[in-house]
């Protein structure tokens, strides 16, 4: 319970953390309004706290511990798109507040929490996952100032996705 106390404290954009029937876990982005942490405890590897299935290649060692952490970070993720970090407006045309995300498609200028490198909007090439265990190298985005769409065509959701399964794998590995 702690740890949930630390998430909360640390990810203003989270007002509450439920259970309910469903996906493992569940967050809804939306730029605006704080983020619902919803977690079904009716599987038994999530009861259980114990090894699952893969998701995005990564297999889970202790599965409430890896959701929890995995749905704070995409919490993170919808905090990060709305908010101002001393990003610079390059284009006039976007030049509003928050200007960490000026196209509002959750590919942000600055990523204070590693990893840092998914989630960056730019062309760069980058590798991300669409669930559960499909992994696309190379996957290029619009850039800033360009929105890219979180699903059909551009599939920023695979981009959120694979950041919040290395998130959550690196710090439940370093936090046994």
């Known amino acids: 319970m702690a740890r949930l106390a630390i998430l909360r404290w640390s990810c203003p954009k989270v007002s509450q953390y439920d259970i ?41 060692n202790r599965q409430f511990s890896t959701i929890i952490l995995h749905e704070a970070r995409h919490a993170y ?29 959750w590919l942000v200028d600055i990523v204070p929490v590693a990893p840092s490198n998914i989630l960056i909007d730019s062309q760069t090439p ?32 695979y981009a959120l996705e694979m950041d919040a399964a290395i998130f959550a794998d690196t710090h439940e590995n370093n936090n046994p």
């Open 77 to 105: 993720q919808d905090y990060l798109s709305s908010v101002d970090l001393g990003a610079d407006d390059d284009d006039p045309i976007f030049e509003f507040d928050p200007d960490n995300d000026d196209d509002q498609d």
């Open 126 to 157: 980058r590798s991300v996952c669409e669930r559960p265990n499909t992994i696309i190298d190379n996957k290029t985005y619009n850039g800033e100032n360009s929105k890219d769409l979180l699903d059909t065509p551009d599939f920023v959701r």
């Open 20 to 60: 309910r029937r469903g996906p493992p876990g569940l967050t809804t982005i939306n730029h605006t309004s704080p983020t619902k942490i919803l977690i079904n405890p009716y599987y038994k590897s999530v009861r259980l706290n114990s090894t699952s299935v893969p998701d995005c290649n990564i297999t889970p």
